[in-house]
């Protein structure tokens, strides 16, 4: 009973998530079809409604890639793994989201031994944290990725000089679908699945992860993941 009451709430949630983008594009679509407006106004409508759409494709995409961690039967492919390799493909992806909005990306890696894990769930571990950061990270701030070796671990932080996170919102910062107020107003689009799947891999890995943040200051996520056993040699 318990159970089903999780689900309903979950597939009330999704609904509600999706019912959103959904309404946009198909006023949208109306609005085209009569031939309401300019020319111009028509192209902006055109625009929005492929904007909306790109978002409905990440809700679902996010909503896929839980439901895959979140799967007991869907075995993670798990190897040895070098964070430094993961993070810096990902780094060249995002790189030009951060110069766009003028944030300068400061990295700093020291020698590291690999990990045990999914190389898919760590693309999308580093993915979520820093496309978090420069997303609420105002024009011309600052983003900090380090990593380092501690104790038979791995140390990943990402920090930014951001919006920050009030002391009210960081026992939720996890779960599924929640999104700060502030958040909201900063920066629209946002479905709030990104932590709760990074949660979902940093335990998977045996890891554990953690968050600081003072609001209009910034924020400071701390993970640490156990290094992979060294070869007998
Ligand atoms: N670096 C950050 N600075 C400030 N707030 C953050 C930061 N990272 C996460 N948050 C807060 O945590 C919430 C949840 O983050 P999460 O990544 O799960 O969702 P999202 O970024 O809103 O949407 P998406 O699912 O598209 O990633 C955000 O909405 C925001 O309120
Ligand atoms: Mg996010």
Redesign the pocket.
């Known amino acids: 009973e318990e159970l089903d009451r999780v689900k309903t709430a979950f597939m009330r949630k999704v609904a509600h998530e999706l019912r959103a983008p959904i309404a946009a594009i198909q006023s949208f679509l109306v609005s085209i079809l009569a031939g309401y407006g300019s020319p111009q106004v028509q192209r902006e409508m055109q625009e929005r409604a492929v904007l909306r759409a790109g978002e409905l494709l990440?809700?679902v995409n996010?909503l896929l890639n839980l439901s895959r961690l979140k799967d007991a039967k869907m075995e993670p492919k798990v190897q040895e793994v070098s964070l430094k390799k993961v993070l810096d493909e990902v780094l060249s992806l995002h790189g030009p989201d951060a110069q766009q909005k003028r944030i300068v990306l400061d990295v700093t890696c020291e020698e590291c031994p690999p990990i045990l894990a999914d190389p898919g769930h760590i693309k999308q571990l580093w993915t979520?944290?820093i496309?978090?950061?420069i997303?609420?990270?105002p024009e011309g701030g600052r983003v900090r990725v380090r990593l380092r070796a501690q104790d038979g671990s791995v140390v990943g932080e990402?920090e930014?000089t951001?919006?920050?996170?009030g002391p009210e919102?960081l026992p939720r910062?996890?779960e599924?679908?929640?999104?700060?107020?502030?958040?909201?107003a900063?920066?629209q689009?946002?479905?709030?699945?990104?932590?709760?799947?990074?949660r979902q891999i940093v335990t998977e890995c045996g890891g554990e992860i953690g968050?600081e943040?003072e609001v209009a200051k910034?924020?400071r996520?701390t993970f640490r993941l156990p290094a992979a056993p060294a070869p007998a040699s």
């Open positions: 990440d809700l996010d979520n944290l496309s978090n950061a997303k609420y990270t990402v930014d951001g919006i920050g996170i919102d910062l996890f599924e679908f929640f999104r700060t107020e502030k958040a909201k900063f920066a689009y946002g479905t709030g699945l990104g932590l709760s799947i990074v968050v943040s910034g924020t996520f």
